[in-house]
């Protein structure tokens, strides 16, 4: 019977703002799925895109699969310049691919920028399409505290749900 039981898993993703690139032509931050020209972009080995690897983070966590850096690491050079929502919905190929099916994911973005509640329906589509399973968005600030409140990179933390199949 406990096999049966829902698994929850909790996934967190923090990157810095990409200083080379600031000023670069084409330089976009992407973030829950989505571009945001004209904001900053963050350094990373693939988009750092905080959100979707979060939530992919959790989804591995919850699935007992790994995590993130287990799966899609550094030493992983097919994954270099990769877009945040191709790690989620791999993420959530290997889940299923587990034996398990995802109930939904929740993901909060913690920084000052982007004001994400303008976007938050297309970046709930974009990530949710990407998982082929519900993601909902939330988004705070950390009160000018930490890394993020001096403006100096973006976080996300992310839970999930998941159940085994069969």
Same mark, same amino acid.
């Given at each position: ?9 909790? *996934?967190?993703?923090?990157? $810095?703002?990409? +200083? &080379? !690139? #600031?000023?670069?032509?084409? %330089?976009?931050?992407?973030?829950? @799925? ?46 270099? *310049?990769?877009?945040?929502? $191709?790690?989620? +919905? &791999? !993420? #959530?190929?290997?889940?299923? %691919?587990?034996?398990?099916?995802? @109930? ?46 001096? *403006?100096?990179?973006?976080? $996300? ?10």
């Amino acid at each position: 019977m406990s096999g049966q039981l829902p698994r929850t898993g909790i *996934g967190v993703d923090v990157h $810095a703002y990409d +200083a &080379e !690139a #600031a000023d670069g032509p084409g %330089a976009v931050l992407h973030l829950a @799925g989505l571009a945001w020209p004209g904001e900053r972009p963050l350094a990373g080995h693939s988009d750092a895109d905080v959100a979707a690897h979060a939530a992919a983070d959790a989804l591995l966590s919850a699935a007992g699969i790994g995590d993130l850096g287990s799966n899609f690491g550094t030493a992983e050079p097919q994954w270099a *310049g990769a877009a945040g929502t $191709a790690l989620l +919905a &791999e !993420a #959530a190929r290997r889940v299923r %691919a587990a034996g398990f099916e995802i @109930g939904n994911v929740a993901v909060q973005v913690i920084g000052n920028r982007p004001r994400i509640g303008q976007r938050r329906d297309e970046a709930q589509s974009a990530l949710s399409a990407a998982a082929g399973a519900p993601v909902t968005v939330s988004a705070t600030t950390s009160d000018g505290l930490g890394l993020t409140g001096r *403006g100096e990179g973006v976080a $996300a933390v992310a839970t999930a749900l998941v159940v085994p199949v069969g």
